[in-house]
């Protein structure tokens, strides 16, 4: 990438989707923290870890994960393992922040709350911003970090600009009341290991194409 270090790096998911033998997320935690202490990252964390997963990693390591990217929204909420890593000092940051509010081309549920869903829109009259706004506001006053992707300007924009304003702490309780536990990104959903093993394939073939010797796969 032509720089000296990132800003955060994360085990992306505690599951061996690839089948490597002898698969420790632990083991990657230990890489990962040499590469902090080698200046090659500032911080270091993980994504889609449970807290059986998360209270390994605080159990015998020293080094506390900067956070935990977990699925998070209105359909979703996550309380549990939101409170948990809070309570621990980890910064939950949300991806899939719209939940089904936008369509989802791996899973074709249907769920409310929709952007015509008229508790939303009250809340979004009521504060003068957007319905989007609303639900990306739910998850900072959840003490959140939303991630919401998007290529168009405006909308990018309108994700951006979620913090002249906050929701009351009943509205968030009332948005809370969306929660039907679940996921967007269903774990196992068909298709998943060939699309892993596709970019790590890709992977490969950036690492080989660039020369990056000393990021090849070790048996």
């Keep these: 990438m ?7 790096i994360l085990i992306h998911t505690p599951r061996n989707v690839m089948g490597v033998q002898n698969y420790d997320t632990f083991e990657i935690w230990k890489g990962l923290e040499e590469a902090k202490q080698l200046g090659l990252t500032r911080s270091i964390g993980v994504s889609n870890f449970n807290s059986t997963d998360m209270a390994r990693i605080l159990a015998n390591s020293t080094t506390l994960p900067a956070v935990n990217q977990i699925e998070t929204n209105p359909t979703f909420a996550n309380q549990e393992l939101v409170a948990y890593c809070q309570s621990k000092s980890i910064v939950v940051m949300g991806y899939s922040s719209f939940g089904f509010l936008v369509p989802r081309p791996f899973n074709d549920l249907s769920l409310p709350p929709s952007f015509e869903d ?35 300007k405006e909308h990018i924009q309108s994700n951006i600009n979620i913090y002249n304003f906050s929701l009351c702490h009943e509205d968030v309780l009332i948005i809370n009341q969306f929660d039907r536990n679940v996921k967007v990104y269903l774990i196992d959903y068909e298709g998943l290991f060939n699309y892993m093993h596709l970019a790590f394939l890709k992977l490969i073939e950036f690492v080989e194409c660039n020369n990056l010797r000393q990021y090849e796969l070790k048996s």
Excluded: C, F, H
């Design 2 to 8: 032509k720089i000296d270090y990132v800003d955060l």
């Design 118 to 152: 008229p508790t939303l829109v009250g809340m979004a009259e009521k504060y003068g911003v957007t319905v989007s706004q609303v639900v990306q506001r739910y998850l900072v006053d959840r003490y959140i970090i939303p991630i919401a992707g998007s290529l168009n």
